[in-house]
């Protein structure tokens, strides 16, 4: 069975810095594209950076390009979102989910349950 | 970027009833097109790909179509449990460009 855990999520600073990490169990990062997706409160769902299977190959949102970095580590199946120059805006529910059959266009076929992220001084 | 928007912005049915939700891309996408639900408090689920296609144990009550820039999620007999937000995501070209969401609410 598929299973994504987010954690990381806390109240930071406006400027400040912050990693998010997802553990995925039952499938295997080399196997398939992830992607991050936020939300904040009470809005829609933003497409916020996506990897593909060989890690070689990522994407961001123009909101958050130079600022978010997305890694893997495939010994720990875990994957990370390293944010920095942290804004009000960015404060949002983020998730991260798993590619339908490893085909970017198919769109993302498991999530986590998010892990909350609030910049505010 | 694809900008995507969705009609109606809510909508309120019964049992029974037939729900049908449009997306509208800004550009052709092509039949790349997905769907979600999402329930307050929760991750949106997966529903439908490559605007017709049901994800794994998804109800057959639910349908999509449409191709070029106009598609449509049709719930074909609204039941209380599918209650809920939902988003159509162009997965055309990035960035991957979600609509603002139809609520659906049962009477």
């Known amino acids: 069975e598929v299973r994504l855990l987010e954690s990381g999520g806390i109240l930071v600073q406006p400027g400040g810095s912050l990693r998010l990490s997802c553990v995925a169990s039952g499938f295997n990062f080399t196997t398939s594209g992830v992607s991050w997706v936020r939300q904040a409160p009470g809005k829609g769902l933003e497409w916020v950076s996506g990897m593909n299977s060989r890690g070689d190959g990522t994407k961001y949102a123009d909101s958050v390009k130079g600022r978010f970095t997305m890694s893997r580590d495939i010994s720990k199946n875990t994957l990370y979102l390293e944010m920095q120059s942290l804004r009000a805006e960015d404060t949002a529910v983020y998730y991260c989910?798993?590619?339908?059959?490893?085909?970017?266009?198919?769109?993302?076929?498991?999530w986590g349950q998010g892990t909350l992220v609030t910049v505010s001084s | 970027d694809t900008q995507m928007t969705q009609s109606p912005s809510s909508v309120s049915a019964s049992v029974g009833d037939r729900v049908i939700i449009t997306c509208r891309a800004t550009q052709d996408i092509a039949n790349w097109l997905a769907w979600y639900q999402q329930k307050p408090g929760k991750a949106p689920k997966f529903l439908i790909y490559a605007t017709s296609n049901l994800q794994s144990g998804v109800p057959s009550r639910f349908s999509g179509g449409g191709s070029g820039t106009d598609f449509t999620l049709t719930i074909s007999s609204l039941q209380p449990e599918d209650s809920g937000t939902y988003y159509c995501?162009?997965?055309?070209?990035?960035?991957?460009?979600f609509g603002p969401g139809t609520k659906v609410d049962i009477k």
């Open positions: 995501q162009q997965t055309n070209s990035l960035p991957f460009t």
């Open positions: 989910a798993k590619v339908c059959r490893n085909n970017w266009n198919y769109g993302l076929s498991y």
